[in-house]
C-alpha cells in the first residue's frame, strides 16, 4: 500500500504529494550518512556489520557442510569421523558467538548514531526558525523567521511532532537497523545455500522458491494494507490519548477550580475507548495473519523429506544430505519469507517513515508564515520604531477553519519617543496586530521594524524550565556571563526582591509557584536585562499587576527604551502613552475602522462614548428591567 493511500483510508487529505516509502527510506538514509559529525562513523559502522554477517553466513555455510558429515558419520558408525565432526562443530561455535556478539554491538551502536543524527536534525528542525533562503530576504536579515513549531500549531497539519521525534525515530531506527541486517543476510544467505540445494535437489531449490514467493505475495496481499491502516490508526490515538492527560498536568490549577475531574476523565474514557477500538481491529487483523503465517510455516516441514526421500531411499544420496538440505532449504525459505513473517513490524516500519516524512515536508515549508503574505521585517529608517504600511491582515490558514480578514489597509507609525495603546472590542484583532508586527503572522502589505531591537511580551507569560537565572535572561542561551549582582538589582527594579533569597541558581517549577502578577514581573526583568533592547511589543503583559506595580513597570520602560506598544482594555494604562490605536466595528461582519490618535484625542473620544453609554443606560437600552419571580 501506497502512503497516499493510507492516508486517504484514514481520511487524512495530504496538503501536499507524499513520497513513496522507498524514496522516504533513501531520503532519511542520506540524512543519517550526511551528518557532519557522526555520518562518517555510520558509514564505518554499517561497513562493519556488513563484513560481520559476511562472516557469520560463511560460518553457517561451513557448518551446514560439518554437519551433513556429522549425520553421515553417525549413520556409517565411523567413530574417527565422528569425533573429528564433533570437533568441527565446537571450532565453528568458538568462531561465530564472538562474530555475532561483534556485530550485535556494532548494529546497537549504528542505531544509536543514527538516532542521534536524525533526532538533532527533527529537534533543531522543529525548535529553530528557518534561515531565509532566496536573496531577496537573504537582505532583510532583521526579519523574523516564522518559528517552525509555532506554524505547526496554527496550521494543524500534523499531530503530535513531540511523539514524531521523540518516539517515531526510536522505533524506526531500531525496526530499520534489525530490518536492514536481515535484509543483508538472507540476500547473502540465498547466494550462499542456493547453489547448495541446487546441487543436491533441483526441485526442492525450484519449488522452495516458488513456495516461499507464493506464501510472501498471498500475505501482502491479504493483510499487508489493512495492518498498515490499524497501526497507524492506533498510534495517532494513542498520542491523543496521552496529549488529554499532558493537558491536565499542564492545567491542573484551572481544571481544579472548576473540579472538572469527572469532565477530563470523560474525555480521557472516550479516547481510551477510542484507541482499544483501533487495537481491536488490528487483533482481528493479526489474527488473520497470524494463521495464515503459521500454516505456511508447519507445511514446509513435510516438503524436503517429499523431495529427497525419494534419492536417499533409491540410494542415491547419503543419509547426512537429507539434513544438509533441510537446513539449506529452511535458510533459504527464512530469507525469501522475511517480509512475510516481518509483515507487522514492516508496516509499523512504513507507518513512522511515512509520519517522519509528513513531518520533514511541513517543516521544509519555505520561510513565510502560514497566513499568506509579507512577513514583518523590513528595518525603518529616519528613526521610525515600527511602520505598517497599507497591512491587511488575515488570520491564519488552518486545517478546520476558514480564515478571516482582521483588519485591511492599515498604515500608522511609531516614532522614537513615542509609545502606543492598541485598545479596541474583545476579539477584534489587536493581540493578532502584535502578532503580525512580531512576524508569527504574515500579511499583505509591510510591516518594518528592526527585529533584533524588539521584545515581544505576550499575554501569557512564558517560564522556561531552569533556575531563576535562566528566567531572567530568557531567551538567551549562554546565563553564565550575566553578574549576579547584575540580576539581583533588577530583580530589586522590578520588585521582586524576595525572589533573591531564593536563589538565582535555584531550579524550580516557576510557572507553578510564582503569581501571575509575579510571572509579569519577569517579563519586565528579561527587557531590563537585554541591552541591545529600543522597543517593546506587550499585550495586557500587566493584567495581573496593581497600580503600582504598573506604574513602576511603565516608568522602568520609559527609562530603557525608545519606545512601546502596549494592548490593553484597562483605561489606567493611558497615562503611560503618547498615543492610541483605535480598532471598532459597528457589527461582527463589517469592516474595522482604524483610528490612529494623540492620547488626549483618544481619551475625548472615549468619553463621548462612555457619555453615550450612560445615554443608553439611562434609557434602559443596556440595562433591562430586572425580571423578578
Ligand atoms: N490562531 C488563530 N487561528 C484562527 N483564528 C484566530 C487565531 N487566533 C485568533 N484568531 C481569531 O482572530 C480574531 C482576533 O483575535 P485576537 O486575539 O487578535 O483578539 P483581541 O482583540 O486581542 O481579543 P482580546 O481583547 O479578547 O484578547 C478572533 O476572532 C480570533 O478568534
Same mark, same amino acid.
Given at each position: 500500500?501506497?502512503?497516499?493511500?493510507?492516508?486517504?483510508?484514514?481520511?487524512?487529505?495530504?496538503?501536499?504529494?507524499?513520497?513513496?516509502?522507498?524514496?522516504?527510506?533513501?531520503?532519511?538514509?542520506?540524512?543519517?550518512?550526511? !551528518?557532519?559529525?557522526?555520518?562518517?562513523?555510520?558509514?564505518?559502522?554499517?561497513?562493519?556489520?556488513?563484513?560481520?554477517?559476511?562472516?557469520?553466513?560463511?560460518?553457517?555455510?561451513?557448518?551446514?557442510?560439518?554437519?551433513?558429515?556429522?549425520?553421515?558419520?553417525?549413520?556409517?558408525?565411523?567413530?574417527?569421523?565422528?569425533?573429528?565432526?564433533? =570437533?568441527?562443530?565446537?571450532?565453528?561455535?568458538?568462531?561465530?558467538?564472538?562474530?555475532?556478539?561483534?556485530?550485535?554491538?556494532?548494529?546497537?551502536?549504528?542505531?544509536?548514531?543514527? =538516532?542521534?543524527?536524525?533526532?538533532?536534525?527533527?529537534?533543531?528542525?522543529?525548535?529553530?526558525?528557518?534561515?531565509?533562503?532566496?536573496?531577496?530576504?537573504?537582505?532583510?536579515?532583521?526579519?523574523?523567521?516564522?518559528?517552525?513549531?509555532?506554524?505547526?500549531?496554527?496550521?494543524?497539519?500534523?499531530?503530535?511532532?513531540?511523539?514524531?521525534?521523540?518516539?517515531?525515530?526510536?522505533?524506526?531506527?531500531?525496526?530499520?537497523?534489525?530490518?536492514?541486517?536481515?535484509?543483508?543476510?538472507?540476500?547473502?544467505?540465498?547466494?550462499?545455500?542456493?547453489?547448495?540445494?541446487?546441487?543436491?535437489?533441483?526441485?526442492?531449490?525450484?519449488?522452495?522458491?516458488?513456495?516461499?514467493?507464493?506464501?510472501?505475495?498471498?500475505?501482502?496481499?491479504?493483510?499487508?494494507?489493512?495492518?498498515?491502516?490499524?497501526?497507524?490508526?492506533?498510534?495517532?490515538?494513542?498520542?491523543?490519548?496521552?496529549?488529554?492527560?499532558?493537558?491536565?498536568?499542564?492545567?491542573?490549577?484551572?481544571?481544579?477550580?472548576?473540579?472538572?475531574?469527572?469532565?477530563?476523565?470523560?474525555?480521557?474514557?472516550?479516547?481510551?475507548?477510542?484507541?482499544?477500538?483501533?487495537?481491536?481491529?488490528?487483533?482481528?487483523?493479526?489474527?488473520?495473519?497470524?494463521?495464515?503465517?503459521?500454516?505456511?510455516?508447519?507445511?514446509?516441514?513435510?516438503?524436503?523429506?517429499?523431495?529427497?526421500?525419494?534419492?536417499?531411499?533409491?540410494?542415491?544420496?547419503?543419509?547426512?544430505?537429507?539434513?544438509?538440505?533441510? @537446513?539449506?532449504?529452511?535458510?533459504?525459505?527464512?530469507?525469501?519469507?522475511?517480509?512475510?513473517?516481518?509483515?507487522?513490524?514492516?508496516?509499523?516500519?512504513?507507518?513512522?517513515?511515512?509520519? %517522519?516524512?509528513?513531518? !520533514?515536508?511541513?517543516?521544509?515549508?519555505?520561510?513565510?508564515?502560514?497566513?499568506?503574505?509579507?512577513?514583518?521585517?523590513?528595518?525603518?529608517?529616519?528613526?521610525?520604531?515600527?511602520?505598517?504600511?497599507?497591512?491587511? %491582515? =488575515?488570520?491564519?490558514?488552518?486545517?478546520?477553519?476558514?480564515?478571516?480578514?482582521?483588519?485591511?489597509?492599515?498604515?500608522?507609525?511609531?516614532?522614537?519617543?513615542?509609545?502606543?495603546?492598541?485598545?479596541?472590542?474583545?476579539?477584534?484583532?489587536?493581540?493578532?496586530?502584535?502578532?503580525?508586527?512580531?512576524?508569527?503572522?504574515?500579511?499583505?502589505?509591510?510591516?518594518?521594524?528592526?527585529?533584533?531591537?524588539?521584545?515581544? @511580551?505576550?499575554?501569557?507569560?512564558?517560564?522556561?524550565?531552569?533556575?531563576?537565572?535562566?528566567?531572567?535572561?530568557?531567551?538567551?542561551?549562554?546565563?553564565?556571563?550575566?553578574?549576579?549582582?547584575?540580576?539581583?538589582?533588577?530583580?530589586?527594579?522590578?520588585?521582586?526582591?524576595?525572589?533573591?533569597?531564593?536563589?538565582?541558581?535555584?531550579?524550580?517549577?516557576?510557572?507553578?509557584?510564582?503569581?501571575?502578577? /509575579?510571572? /509579569?514581573?519577569?517579563?519586565?526583568?528579561?527587557?531590563?536585562?537585554?541591552?541591545?533592547?529600543?522597543?517593546?511589543? @506587550?499585550?495586557?503583559?500587566?493584567?495581573?499587576?496593581?497600580?503600582?506595580?504598573?506604574?513602576?513597570?511603565?516608568?522602568?520602560?520609559?527609562?530603557?527604551?525608545?519606545?512601546?506598544?502596549?494592548?490593553?482594555?484597562?483605561?489606567?494604562?493611558?497615562?503611560?502613552?503618547?498615543?492610541?490605536?483605535?480598532?471598532?466595528?459597528?457589527?461582527?461582519?463589517?469592516?474595522?475602522?482604524?483610528?490612529?490618535?494623540?492620547?488626549?484625542?483618544?481619551?475625548?473620544?472615549?468619553?463621548?462614548?462612555?457619555?453615550?453609554?450612560?445615554?443608553? %443606560?439611562?434609557?434602559?437600552?443596556?440595562?433591562?428591567?430586572?425580571?423578578?419571580?
Amino acid at each position: 500500500m501506497t502512503a497516499a493511500v493510507m492516508a486517504e483510508e484514514l481520511g487524512i487529505t495530504p496538503s501536499r504529494p507524499v513520497d513513496s516509502i522507498w524514496k522516504t527510506v533513501a531520503r532519511l538514509v542520506k540524512l543519517a550518512l550526511a !551528518d557532519p559529525d557522526r555520518g562518517w562513523r555510520a558509514i564505518l559502522l554499517s561497513c562493519s556489520v556488513f563484513v560481520l554477517l559476511l562472516g557469520e553466513v560463511a560460518a553457517a555455510g561451513r557448518y551446514s557442510v560439518v554437519q551433513k558429515n556429522l549425520i553421515t558419520a553417525l549413520q556409517a558408525k565411523d567413530k574417527a569421523l565422528f569425533h573429528r565432526g564433533l =570437533r568441527n562443530v565446537g571450532r565453528i561455535i568458538l568462531c561465530i558467538s564472538p562474530i555475532i556478539a561483534l556485530r550485535e554491538y556494532a548494529a546497537g551502536v549504528l542505531g544509536m548514531n543514527c =538516532r542521534t543524527s536524525l533526532t538533532a536534525y527533527f529537534a533543531r528542525k522543529y525548535l529553530m526558525p528557518q534561515k531565509p533562503k532566496s536573496d531577496s530576504q537573504a537582505g532583510t536579515d532583521q526579519q523574523a523567521a516564522p518559528c517552525p513549531y509555532y506554524a505547526l500549531t496554527l496550521t494543524g497539519e500534523i499531530d503530535n511532532p513531540d511523539q514524531r521525534i521523540c518516539q517515531d525515530v526510536g522505533h524506526l531506527v531500531t525496526s530499520g537497523v534489525s530490518f536492514a541486517q536481515d535484509v543483508v543476510r538472507t540476500s547473502l544467505s540465498i547466494l550462499t545455500f542456493a547453489p547448495v540445494l541446487y546441487s543436491i535437489s533441483p526441485a526442492a531449490c525450484i519449488g522452495g522458491i516458488a513456495y516461499a514467493v507464493t506464501g510472501t505475495v498471498v500475505s501482502a496481499r491479504s493483510f499487508g494494507r489493512l495492518l498498515g491502516v490499524y497501526q497507524l490508526r492506533s498510534l495517532q490515538r494513542e498520542a491523543h490519548l496521552r496529549y488529554t492527560l499532558i493537558r491536565v498536568r499542564e492545567h491542573a490549577e484551572s481544571i481544579a477550580f472548576f473540579e472538572g475531574g469527572a469532565a477530563e476523565f470523560s474525555k480521557f474514557h472516550g479516547g481510551f475507548r477510542n484507541l482499544l477500538e483501533a487495537l481491536y481491529q488490528s487483533v482481528l487483523v493479526a489474527t488473520g495473519y497470524s494463521m495464515l503465517n503459521r500454516t505456511f510455516h508447519w507445511a514446509t516441514f513435510a516438503v524436503i523429506p517429499m523431495l529427497v526421500g525419494p534419492a536417499y531411499l533409491d540410494g542415491r544420496v547419503e543419509f547426512g544430505v537429507i539434513s544438509q538440505a533441510t @537446513m539449506a532449504f529452511n535458510i533459504i525459505l527464512e530469507a525469501l519469507t522475511l517480509a512475510m513473517h516481518r509483515l507487522e513490524s514492516l508496516s509499523d516500519l512504513r507507518v513512522r517513515l511515512q509520519r %517522519l516524512a509528513q513531518l !520533514d515536508d511541513a517543516l521544509s515549508l519555505p520561510p513565510v508564515s502560514p497566513t499568506t503574505g509579507a512577513m514583518a521585517g523590513t528595518i525603518p529608517t529616519d528613526g521610525v520604531l515600527l511602520r505598517f504600511e497599507a497591512v491587511t %491582515l =488575515r488570520t491564519p490558514q488552518h486545517k478546520d477553519v476558514r480564515p478571516k480578514v482582521l483588519f485591511e489597509d492599515l498604515s500608522f507609525e511609531v516614532l522614537g519617543g513615542q509609545s502606543l495603546l492598541i485598545s479596541g472590542a474583545s476579539g477584534i484583532g489587536k493581540s493578532s496586530l502584535l502578532r503580525a508586527a512580531a512576524g508569527l503572522w504574515g500579511v499583505a502589505g509591510s510591516i518594518q521594524l528592526q527585529r533584533s531591537e524588539v521584545f515581544f @511580551m505576550p499575554q501569557k507569560p512564558y517560564m522556561f524550565l531552569g533556575s531563576l537565572r535562566d528566567q531572567l535572561l530568557y531567551p538567551q542561551v549562554d546565563t553564565s556571563s550575566a553578574s549576579s549582582t547584575r540580576l539581583e538589582e533588577v530583580l530589586r527594579a522590578v520588585n521582586l526582591e524576595e525572589l533573591i533569597h531564593v536563589g538565582l541558581e535555584e531550579v524550580k517549577d516557576w510557572a507553578n509557584i510564582l503569581s501571575l502578577g /509575579q510571572q /509579569q514581573r519577569i517579563n519586565f526583568a528579561r527587557v531590563l536585562l537585554q541591552p541591545s533592547i529600543r522597543f517593546a511589543l @506587550m499585550d495586557e503583559c500587566t493584567s495581573a499587576c496593581d497600580p503600582e506595580n504598573e506604574l513602576l513597570l511603565y516608568q522602568l520602560l520609559q527609562q530603557h527604551l525608545r519606545g512601546y506598544v502596549s494592548v490593553g482594555h484597562r483605561p489606567s494604562l493611558q497615562q503611560f502613552h503618547t498615543h492610541a490605536l483605535w480598532l471598532r466595528r459597528s457589527t461582527p461582519t463589517t469592516t474595522t475602522e482604524i483610528d490612529f490618535l494623540i492620547m488626549q484625542e483618544f481619551q475625548e473620544k472615549m468619553i463621548d462614548k462612555f457619555i453615550d453609554c450612560i445615554d443608553k %443606560l439611562n434609557y434602559g437600552i443596556l440595562w433591562p428591567e430586572p425580571r423578578l419571580s
